[in-house]
């Protein structure tokens, strides 16, 4: 399933490091996604894109930095992350954020681990 | 608040039948899906349930009752590979999907 990738799958980083996380969907959609994924936790929506204007940021702090440079690209930057920030980063895309039956899709995740 | 609830674990014997279940409480309902998520792997959409009654696709099957609040994903013939979570996500009334923690399901021989 090649859909939705993203790069790194897994990274490691300090807290005063800055790291990008990159999404890229091959689905031709209109609407991307971050969520962050804890352990024993509900998926929490982090960011939405729809036709490349940022739609929704549920009250995420700002050394989460998201960029949507297209409709098939999405970045997540991050900076002077904290140790409870480490979790799996899922990105998503459906055809268009809102709309009828809009299933999304995700991509395989980044692993990431603040030390 | 809005919530969903499912069970956090069930275990199960390749070959049989298993039922989990998924309610919930949401400012409003635009739809119920369920997803299957390996560990360390992408969720992947198993199913949509909008209206109703009971879904069927293969060996999996879900079934709403917008009246109750409650969904329940079956899984027939279970395999050794549907050992895997499976999460629920109610569409609210903003179209915001409001997710459960899932279900882990693990299957014995």
């Known amino acids: 399933e090649t859909g939705v990738t993203q790069t790194p799958r897994h990274l490691v980083m300090g807290m005063t490091n800055k790291k990008s996380l990159k999404c890229e969907q091959h689905l031709g959609h209109n609407a991307m996604y971050w969520y962050k994924q804890s352990a024993k936790k509900p998926l929490e929506l982090m960011f939405v894109y729809n036709f490349k ?57 980044t692993r990431l681990t603040v030390l | 608040g809005q919530n969903i609830d499912q069970p956090t674990e069930m275990t199960a014997t390749e070959g049989a039948i298993v039922q989990i279940n998924c309610t919930y409480q949401t400012s409003g309902f635009n739809g119920l899906f369920w997803y299957q998520q390996h560990a360390g792997e992408a969720p992947t959409f198993l199913s949509y349930n909008v209206l109703d009654g009971l879904e069927e696709k293969g060996r999996f099957s879900s079934f709403l009752s917008r009246s109750k609040g409650y969904s329940y994903l079956l899984l027939k013939e279970l395999q050794m590979k549907d050992s895997a979570s499976y999460l629920c996500a109610v569409r609210d009334s903003n179209y915001q999907l409001i997710w459960g923690a899932g279900t882990k399901l693990i299957i014995k021989p």
Do not use: I, K
């Open chain 1, 53 to 109: 204007e940022q739609t929704e940021n549920n009250s995420v702090p700002s050394r989460f930095s998201p960029e949507c440079p297209n409709s098939s690209h999405l970045f997540l930057h991050l900076h002077t992350l904290q140790p409870e920030d480490s979790a799996l980063y899922l990105c998503a895309s459906s055809q268009e954020a809102g709309g009828g039956t809009d299933t999304q899709y995700f991509g395989p995740g």
